[in-house]
């Protein structure tokens, strides 16, 4: 038998799994314990130069941020791209709505983000 100690959801859970017994009926899990304060919090949001701009770019679907391709300040086209995000595999550019200057980028590299997360603001 071998004890893992997991988290779901931000519930931890301690759960006992016997190896190599065939047709062995699931060991319930423990009931949750307490999550730890040191869990991984959200990633942080870098400071931007500026305030918020009044165009908000969200995130399509829920992912991870591989690539930031414009920095605070600078001027884009419509359809230029923003960030890289990672979803289900696959890269997919995340475009500037409109024309305009960013005025900040919200996420950072690595960050995962949920679907509707602004991720950066134009003005």
């Known amino acids: 038998m071998k004890s893992y100690t997991i988290t779901v959801n931000g519930n931890v859970y301690d759960v006992t799994v016997e190896e190599g017994v065939e047709g062995a009926a699931p060991v319930a899990a423990a009931a949750p314990k307490a999550a730890p304060k040191a869990a991984a919090p959200k990633a942080a949001k870098p400071a931007a130069a ?29 359809g230029e791209a923003v960030l890289v995000l990672e979803a289900m595999k696959m890269e997919n550019e995340i475009v500037a709505p409109q024309d305009g200057t960013i005025a900040s980028i919200n996420t950072s590299v690595g960050a995962s983000v949920e679907a509707g997360e602004v991720l950066a603001t134009l003005n």
């Open 50 to 78: 500026g305030a918020q701009g009044s165009v908000k770019v969200t995130a399509p679907m829920p992912g991870k941020i591989l690539a930031i391709k414009a920095e605070a300040g600078k001027a884009v086209k419509k």
